[in-house]
Each structure stands twice: as structure tokens, then as C-alpha cells.
């Protein structure tokens, strides 16, 4: 061999076959697994939704609360305002 070919060789013995990253060898599931496997994630999933659901029905509780709360200042803020104008007419009409 000359210097170039053995250079080509020893180039082409380092390289790697096959892809530069672990993959696993692929598992064939039995119908049983697949069927375990779905269960697995339907429960999961089903969990999930009762978490959300439980998350969604407190926020609507605080966003309820949090309108009456405002509603019940405007509803002061207005008595206020009010009672302002009405010992203002009572000051105009005595000056």
C-alpha cells in the first residue's frame, strides 16, 4: 500500500456503523403490554382531567369572588359619592 491508500484505509476502519447516537433496539409488545400500556396512560390521562377540572373550578371561585368584591366597592364608592353630593346640596342651600 502507499501512504495515501493507507491513509484512506485506516480512515474508512475508524469510521462508526451504524447511527452516531444510542437507540435502543425496538421492543415488540405483546397485545397484553399494549393493552397494559394503554390502560397505564388512559388512567393518567383521566387523573389529569380531574386535576384540571378541580384547578379550573377554583379559579372560577376566586374570579367569582373577585367580581363581587368589586361589585361590593363600586356599590360603596357610589353610597360615598352620594352622600358627598347630597351634604353638598344641603351646604349650598344653608349658604
Known amino acids: ?9 485506516r480512515a474508512a ?4 456503523s451504524g447511527p452516531l447516537v ?3 433496539p425496538r421492543k415488540v409488545e405483546t397485545e397484553e403490554e399494549k393493552l397494559r400500556r394503554y390502560d397505564r396512560v388512559m388512567e393518567k390521562l383521566r387523573k389529569m382531567m380531574q386535576h384540571e377540572r378541580r384547578l379550573l373550578k377554583v379559579a372560577r ?5 373577585e367580581l ?8 360603596l364608592l357610589k353610597q360615598a359619592v352620594d352622600k358627598v353630593k347630597s351634604e353638598r346640596k ?6
Open 1 to 9: 500500500m502507499t501512504g495515501g491508500a493507507a491513509a484512506l484505509s
Open 90 to 95: 344641603q351646604h349650598k342651600r344653608h349658604a
Open 13 to 16: 476502519s475508524n469510521q462508526q
Open 68 to 75: 363581587a368584591s368589586k361589585t361590593e366597592l363600586e356599590i
Open 61 to 65: 371561585m376566586q374570579y367569582n369572588k
Open 22 to 24: 444510542y437507540m435502543a
